[in-house]
């Protein structure tokens, strides 16, 4: 079991806990597919869960490398990016939009995709492993991701139009590559 505590193993006990996180995202696409939006949100959380932890492991018992750094955040990409906005265009534009508002929606989600997708190969290209950094430039991905379940539980209670829902999206994408400062926690 040596490996857990080797930095440079991929399997180490950091890795791990974001294979995790992999997994519940994974599944959370399962059940979004599946219209199971509960089961997908349990999923995704505990997804997000075990981002907080990875990162704690891999600081305290001195597990970063590259590999994690690279790792995680392809964990962050499927779990805060694709899962939240495969949430919101299944959940909201699905069942309000049609025609010209759902090229609209997806011309939208593809948007926040390649803004979740920049901002993380921006922060890899300046991510030195073992080190955290006072504060974001831009919203982290995490919290996007939480920005868009917050849209989505408004819309549960107080239903938007799709296209509210739309521009918040466009706000929040934006948002994650602004010059915007966010404490690292």
């Known amino acids: 079991m ?11 006990l950091a890795n791990l806990f974001t294979f995790v996180n992999i997994t519940a995202g994974l599944l959370a696409v399962y059940f ?9 949100s349990i999923f995704a959380w505990i997804g997000g869960a075990f981002d907080i932890f990875d990162g704690k492991i891999a600081r305290k018992y001195k597990l970063s490398n590259e590999f994690g750094i690279q790792l995680d955040s392809f964990a962050d990409f499927l779990t805060f ?24 929606a997806a011309i939208v989600s593809i948007y926040y995709v390649i803004s979740g997708l920049r901002r993380l190969i921006h922060f890899n290209l300046n991510a030195d492993a073992g ?3 006072n504060y974001f430039t831009g919203v982290p ?6 920005l868009l379940w917050l849209v989505f539980l408004i819309n549960t209670y107080t239903p938007l139009p799709g296209i509210a829902v739309i521009v918040l999206m466009i706000i929040i994408g934006w948002s994650l590559n602004s010059t915007i400062k966010v404490r690292h926690p």
């Not at 979004?32 to 997908?40: E, P």
């Not at 991905?141 to 939480?146: E, F």
Request: hydrophobic fraction near 60%.
């Open 81 to 104: 990016v694709l899962v939240p906005v495969f949430f919101v265009f299944q959940a909201i534009y699905a069942t309000q939009l049609s025609g010209f508002w759902m090229g609209i």
């Open 141 to 146: 991905t995490p919290l996007g991701a939480i």
């Open 2 to 12: 040596k490996f857990l505590w080797t930095p440079s193993s991929h399997f180490n």
């Open 131 to 133: 080190s955290v950094a």
């Open 32 to 40: 979004i597919a599946q219209n199971n939006f509960f089961a997908a």
